[in-house]
């Protein structure tokens, strides 16, 4: 029998070995649900959607994620260890609220700092040409 | 600077509409105060308490990720950002390179750095993995190897949830769970009021473990032991995070509110880090890192 645990970020890479180093494969979204098909290290094998590929296991969680909770999942998600709902608890809207009462917290330069993204390729040559070699994969 | 001080500065306001907040499920809380002030809902408040969800409980990436947005906020209003291109882009391609090879490689939205434009010796990480460091940190690395360790052992602080462990203590996920579960209906103005307060008081208290206090000596320990780990396994040598610490150590002046108050004294680290390292690694300088280091600390 399968098991299946869902993507717990917001959005991860399936890679064709477990590592950052793998080649890409496919991404993958917050709450998808995917079946794992066997685990290295802190790595987990997952099928999405018919590609098999690798992701790190701190992307995963073996809870399902309701993407949308109506009131029900509230009681539902009490009673049971095998659910988590999106947006629950400090969220989006309390973000809102908080920065209407506090003006001055930056959150414009959070939202700048969070747009520094670097690809798999930058790391790969920022690895190179500081002649590093990681230990799981060579450059 | 006591919590309360540094909160007033960072803080305007009487907090969050708690009402709204409970009906999103939302809620710190401080569980003696709120039940002095409200002791007829104490019998519901505890079956509450006892029938706590696991779900309800658990702070899952995406709470870790708006709890370091506000703490990366309020860092961002106490300190200005250095916003030099070339700096920047540097330290976050070493720093996101580096966390990749950490034992939390995956936030929710992953790890951002930036550097603060102030003279103190000081660095910060939030449980949502936004990492600062000041320009005087940077002053305290000689090369990219030094630099490395400095934001290891801040991925090392995320990677640990030091931020996190010290809000449960507070066993604010159990007040979190008390409001879902009850809902608006059992709670006066005034507790509601009491609570809202209680929740900016714990966003204070993060920020002032993180920025007057510090951790504890032990999490301090655990972040320099793991910091040296990723350190490996990306191919730097740990000694690079001892060579940084002797600088800092020149550097730094007693009695400051930066690392001065916030960290175990340098030598008391660079004794514990040598007894891990023993003889395996030596310090060899690597020619092909030195050009982009000092291109992008030019200015610094």
């Known amino acids: ?139 | 600077m006591n919590r309360r001080s540094f909160l007033r500065i960072s803080l305007t306001g009487a907090g969050l509409t708690a009402s709204s907040m409970l009906l999103q499920g939302f809620g710190f809380g401080d569980i003696s105060s709120a039940l002095n002030s409200a002791t007829k809902y104490v019998d519901s408040a505890t079956k509450s308490y006892n029938a706590v969800s696991k779900a309800l409980e658990d702070i899952t990436p995406e709470q870790e990720y708006y709890i370091g947005r506000t703490i990366g906020a309020i860092v961002l209003e106490k300190f200005q950002p250095y916003e030099h291109a070339p700096t920047i882009s540097y330290i976050n391609i070493l720093g996101q390179t580096l966390s990749r090879f950490s034992d939390l490689p995956e936030l929710y939205d992953g790890y951002h750095f930036m550097v603060l434009d102030s003279p103190e010796i000081n660095a910060f990480a939030t449980p949502s993995g936004l990492i600062f460091v000041t320009r005087g940190m940077l002053k305290c690395c000689s090369d990219e190897n030094s630099l490395a360790a400095v934001l290891a052992h801040e991925i090392a602080h995320v990677q640990h949830k030091h931020g996190l462990q010290s809000i449960e203590k507070d066993r604010i996920t159990k007040a979190t769970s008390i409001l879902a579960l009850e809902g608006t209906k059992n709670f006066a103005n005034s507790d509601i009021a009491s609570l809202t307060n209680t929740f900016e008081d714990s966003i204070g208290d993060i920020t002032s473990t993180m920025i007057s206090s510090g951790y504890s000596r032990s999490f301090e320990t655990e972040a320099d032991e793991t910091a040296v780990m990723i350190l490996q396994r990306v191919g730097y040598n740990g000694q690079g995070l001892i060579e940084m610490l002797k600088v800092m150590k020149k550097n730094l002046k007693p009695g400051g509110m930066d690392f001065a108050k916030t960290h175990p004294s340098p030598e008391s680290r660079i004794e514990n880090i040598s007894n891990i390292l023993g003889t395996k690694d030596k310090l060899v300088t690597n020619p092909s890192q030195t050009l982009r280091f000092q291109t992008a600390m030019k200015g610094v």
Not at chain 1, 26 to 41: F, I, M, N, Q
Not at chain 1, 64 to 89: N, Y
């Open chain 1, 1 to 139: 029998m399968t098991t299946s645990q869902s993507v717990q970020v917001r959005s991860s890479q399936l890679r064709k070995s477990p590592s950052f180093l793998g080649k890409i494969i496919s991404t993958v979204h917050y709450g998808d649900r995917l079946a794992v098909l066997e685990t290295k290290d802190s790595w987990l094998k997952v099928d999405a959607r018919g590609n098999q590929g690798w992701l790190h296991s701190s992307a995963m969680t073996a809870k399902e994620i309701v993407l949308k909770p109506h009131a029900g999942d509230i009681s539902k998600a009490a009673d049971s260890d095998e659910i988590a709902l999106a947006g629950k608890g400090f969220n989006r809207q309390v973000e809102k609220k908080f920065r209407q009462r506090n003006a001055n917290a930056n959150f414009n330069m959070v939202d700048k700092m969070e747009k520094s993204s670097v690809s798999q390729e930058e790391i790969e040559a920022f690895l190179r040409a500081g002649n590093l070699h990681p230990t799981g994969g060579e450059v």
